[in-house]
Every structure is written in structure tokens, then in C-alpha cells.
């Protein structure tokens, strides 16, 4: 551990549009922020090949650019971008203490975290790889759906995020498959009865998936497996989306913050504030329902206006 022990007025844990958006509040509002980026700079933005649902961006942008411009902005404005990522926090005084790379320790007067959510993915190598190539394989919907319209497509799942996903597919493509694991839904009954009454979708229980099949760049097919009957057999389809959850990472907050079942930091409704005072939370770690650049980038604004209006009531 290091003996030196440096003071910050407002730290921020991650840099994702949350994260971004909070250090530009914070330092227009002479807050000097100090962001760590975390252990995915950017945030999973920047595994987002085209983003053209953020407002501002006519023609779209790539994922890993808006963020480089996202830190710049932050950086214009004096935010002071450091590589490390928390590793451990002690809440349970007055001071708040984090420490980054198991060796620097912070004193915090306020705290912002955006840590954000990591979707689960299948591991398959094939899966990897379209995923990386941005050639088919996403885990939001809602984000690139619209680049599938009236193609045929691929989801595996059986929560309400699942059957959500593959209604709001079901509206542009022209055919949905979904493939659950097991011998039933995970989902609400009201959920897995919307998605059997609608039309094209095609649901295949206990369906397992082998190989996510292209040409190395796009998708082209999945191959699954009926593993009742041992059939195996391909899918045409030109995306394949995985809707098996995701993890928000929080692991290192949970001895002092509340976090809900999933592990999702639990905020005072309406604002960013969380059960220790001085410390806010941004973006997906506390969202586990909308899990978009924009309301993340809303919410980081929010953290920020908090931790100013924190700061003051201390004066």
C-alpha cells in the first residue's frame, strides 16, 4: 500500500457516458472531478459499432468515437482522466476512502459511480468473435435492432428481458427465433404470452447454441441443438442477440451501499443519491431497465448536479 494518501473533491469510478457526462457537470461547476476509467475505458460503448440513437449525431457515430469525444469534451473542462480502476472502498466513516489498483489510496468528499453493468454472453468462441467484428452479435436490442430491419434474426433468452427484446425485434424483422435453454420461460406469463401470439415470432424450447456460422466478418446462420431430440441444425439469420441478463459491477460496493437482489445499487427515487451520504451513483449500475447512452448520460448529469448541491450544504 502507498503512503500517500491524496484528497479529491469528487472522484469518479468509470467512463462510460455516465461517468463522462457527471466530469463534465462537475468540473464546469469548479468540482476539479478526477475520473478513473475503469477496467473497460469507455465503458460497453465502445463494443457498439454504430450508435444512431443518441440525440445530436445525425449520421451516427461509432461507439468508441463518441467516447473519445465524450472525454475530450470532459477534458476541456478540466477533469483531471486517470487509468486505474477502484479496487476497494471503505464508506463506513466520514471520510471516503477508495482505493485504485490495490495500492493508491483516495479521500473522497463525494463519490460518483458509474461502474455500469456487463452483459453475459454464451462464450462461445464464434460468439466472441462476431461480437468484436460488430458483424451480427449484440446484447441490446433496443441499440441495434434497427440495423436488422426486415432481416431474419436470432435471440436466446427467457427472462421479461428476453421477451421484450424479441417483441421489439419482432417489429422490424421479418422473422424472430428464440431459443430457449430450458423446458420453460423464466419471464412473466403475461411476457411469454406476447411473444407466442405474435406472428413472427418462432420459439424453440430447449434449444441450446452451438456455433454462431458466417464468413468471418457477418453472421450468416446459427446452428443449435434440440437437446431432447439430439437434432442439430442451422438458423438463416444475419444477427443473433443474446438476452441472458447482465451483471452490474458493483461487487466492491456491496459491504456499505444497498444493492438490490441482482446486485444493482439501489438510489433514492428521483435522484442519484445512495444510502451513504457524499456518494451517488450513474448509468447501468443502478439501471437495470432502460440500459441506454442517453438516460445513462441523463443520470450522470444528475449525480453531478447532487454532489455539488452536497458539497454546499457543508459550507
Not at 263 to 289: E, Q, R
Amino acid at each position: 500500500m502507498s503512503n500517500t494518501i491524496e484528497k479529491i473533491k469528487c472522484l469518479i469510478i468509470g467512463s462510460g457516458p455516465a461517468g463522462y457526462t457527471a466530469a463534465i457537470y462537475a468540473a464546469r461547476a469548479n468540482m476539479n472531478p478526477v475520473l478513473y476509467q475503469g477496467t473497460q475505458p469507455g465503458g460497453q460503448l465502445t463494443t457498439t459499432n454504430e450508435v444512431e440513437n443518441f440525440p445530436g449525431y445525425v449520421d451516427g457515430v461509432t461507439g468508441p468515437e463518441m467516447m473519445v469525444q465524450l472525454q475530450s469534451q470532459a477534458q476541456r473542462f478540466g477533469t483531471d482522466v486517470r487509468d486505474g480502476w477502484a479496487t476497494k472502498v471503505e464508506f463506513s466513516g466520514d471520510v471516503h476512502k477508495v482505493w485504485i489498483n490495490d495500492s493508491k489510496e483516495l479521500h473522497c468528499e463525494t463519490v460518483i459511480i458509474s461502474t455500469g453493468a456487463t452483459a453475459k454472453y454464451l462464450g462461445l468462441p464464434s460468439e466472441q468473435h462476431y461480437l468484436q467484428t460488430g458483424g451480427g452479435v449484440s446484447a441490446c436490442a433496443i441499440c441495434d435492432g434497427f440495423f436488422y430491419r426486415n432481416q431474419e434474426v436470432v435471440i436466446v433468452g427467457a427472462g421479461d428481458s428476453a421477451c421484450e427484446e424479441a417483441h421489439y425485434l419482432s417489429k422490424m424483422c421479418s422473422k424472430v427465433t428464440m431459443l430457449v435453454r430450458s423446458e420453460k420461460f423464466r419471464a412473466s406469463k403475461i411476457m411469454e404470452e406476447r411473444v407466442r401470439k405474435t406472428d413472427n415470432i418462432t420459439i424453440l424450447m430447449n434449444h441450446d447454441t452451438e456455433e454462431v456460422l458466417g464468413d468471418g466478418q457477418v453472421v450468416s446462420a446459427v446452428k443449435v441443438k434440440n437437446k431432447t431430440s439430439g437434432e442439430v441444425f442451422d438458423i438463416p439469420a444475419t444477427g443473433f442477440f443474446v438476452a441472458i441478463g447482465h451483471k452490474p459491477n458493483t461487487d466492491i460496493f456491496k459491504d456499505f451501499l444497498n444493492l438490490d437482489e441482482t446486485g444493482y445499487i439501489i438510489n433514492i427515487p428521483g435522484t442519484s443519491k445512495t444510502n451513504i451520504a457524499g456518494v451517488f451513483v450513474a448509468g447501468d449500475a443502478a439501471d437495470h431497465l432502460y440500459r441506454q447512452a442517453i438516460t445513462a448520460a441523463g443520470t450522470g448529469c444528475m449525480a453531478a448536479l447532487d454532489a455539488e448541491r452536497y458539497l454546499a450544504s457543508l459550507e
